[in-house]
């Protein structure tokens, strides 16, 4: 099977039936990206909270748990890919449901020892990169359930539904954190504070795992896909625009997962009295922006200039970055700072939904009728690229912190890349004239 081609061919009854499959086949789908992306970002919290715990650990090291999870995701993602190319729906989900139990169990077991050498809290903290790349192989076969003039809206409620498991970890975690959850399965407090209980970090994902589990078996089919055969692979790597869409994959999915890691610390560093309950709201914007971004670029089927007009507003909003930050004797602009971020999460976002519909179309242009297996691999390595920008941007902003103590320079660098984005947006938009 190729995938969907068009539900216009279909009689009514037929028709609805594959809506109906569909349109579940993305319910489930992305509770289950939710829980894995959920589980991907919980070290982005944890980090706020672990000196306060017994974890005697550097700013540097501390930035280094922020960012080895997107290491792991980036190195697993395109063999997710593969998989879910030649596994059933089902059976893919499930298995990448199951392996979350590890870095579950692992960060809960982490968190009553705060003795452990770091580079064990490391192992566990690359662990959770499990869920991060569950993202390909959730997108792939999502992908395949939807026509081809559909991608940009499925694709993008698929991402963004998805993230919405970062935004409940960076909301929701804190609170959990501070109480019993799961009863007599919560154990004792932790020992150096006794109104915490650190262990629930990892716990209270396990009924969550369970979940979808069992919603996978009950509402899913076991239908497999199309193989990706090494034509394909052949053919897909061996055009440059490829290359380029997933460099627009890093600045748009890639600037969501590399800020949405480090926000919260970068806010706890900069602004030393700034309240942190607030620091969701910019994966929360993105989560709204990615399926608008799809459902304008499918409408007009133009993702491209949508994409030029959003890192432009990209480059707007790291530039306000610079104004906001506290310098020498200057406090800096705490409100401005929030709202730059703010800007720069809806940008991104909404050009990831414009690249997801500019990746779909290309496929279709370059394997007329068998576009799925081309965007397979546009997903998959789009993907594991994009998660660059979860270790790059932490990278970044913390080697500028060291080196100058201040992220002006990781600021600048990254105006130098959106600028790249917008140059090569503009460049499908006016010379391909795709999108």
């Not at 970062?166 to 019993?180: C, E, G, H, K, Y």
């Not at 919603?215 to 490829?242: P, Y």
């Not at 050009?351 to 997903?379: C, D, I, N, R, W």
């Amino acid at each position: 099977m190729n995938g969907v081609t068009s539900w216009d061919t279909l009689a009514p009854d037929e028709q609805q039936r594959q809506r109906g499959v569909a349109r579940r086949h993305l319910v489930i789908s992305s509770l289950g990206l939710m829980l894995g992306l959920g589980i991907w970002m919980t070290w982005s919290v944890l980090v706020l909270w672990l000196p306060a715990v017994g974890f005697h650990l550097s700013t540097g090291e501390l930035f280094g748990l922020t960012t080895v999870p997107a290491f792991t995701a980036a190195l697993l993602r395109f063999m997710y890919a593969l998989a879910a190319s030649r596994l059933g729906a089902r059976q893919m989900l499930q298995l990448s449901t199951l392996a979350l139990i590890l870095p579950a169990l692992g960060i809960s077991l982490v968190m009553g020892h705060p003795e452990l050498p770091y580079i064990d809290i490391l192992a566990v903290a690359a662990l959770t990169g499990l869920g991060g790349a569950c993202f390909s192989s959730v997108m792939i076969s999502t992908s395949y359930q939807f026509p081809m003039a559909m991608q940009g809206r499925a694709l993008g409620w698929t991402a963004g539904l998805g993230h919405l498991g970062i935004v409940m970890v960076q909301a929701l975690l804190p609170w959990a954190l501070m109480r019993p959850l799961l009863g007599y399965f919560s154990g004792p407090a932790s020992s150096a504070t006794h109104h915490m209980w650190m262990q629930n970090a990892g716990l209270i994902w396990l009924p969550g795992i369970l979940l979808v589990l069992i919603l996978a078996e009950i509402g899913l089919r076991d239908q497999v896909q199309s193989k990706v055969t090494r034509s394909v692979l052949r053919a897909t790597f061996s055009r440059f625009d490829n290359f380029l869409l997933s460099w627009l994959y890093l600045g748009s999915l890639g600037s969501l997962i590399g800020f949405a890691s480090v926000e919260a610390l970068l806010t706890h560093t900069l602004f030393k009295n700034a309240h942190l309950s607030s620091t969701y709201l910019g994966p929360l914007a993105a989560v709204i922006a990615i399926p608008v971004g799809g459902y304008l670029s499918d409408r007009h089927q133009r993702g491209a200039p949508l994409a030029v007009l959003m890192f432009m507003l990209t480059m707007v909003a790291v530039g306000g970055l610079f104004v906001s930050l506290p310098v020498a004797d200057l406090e800096g602009s705490l409100p401005l700072y929030v709202g730059c971020f703010l800007l720069l999460f809806t940008t991104t976002g909404i050009a990831q939904g414009a690249t997801l519909q500019m990746m779909a179309k290309l496929s279709e242009e370059q394997s007329p009728g068998h576009g799925h297996e081309t965007l397979s691999v546009l997903l998959g390595w789009g993907s594991a690229i994009a998660t660059v920008g979860g270790f790059f941007i932490p990278g970044m902003l913390a080697s500028s912190m060291a080196m100058f103590n201040g992220t002006e320079l990781a600021l600048f660098g990254f105006e130098l890349f959106y600028a790249s984005c917008l140059v090569i947006a503009w460049w499908f938009w006016r010379l391909r004239d795709l999108g």
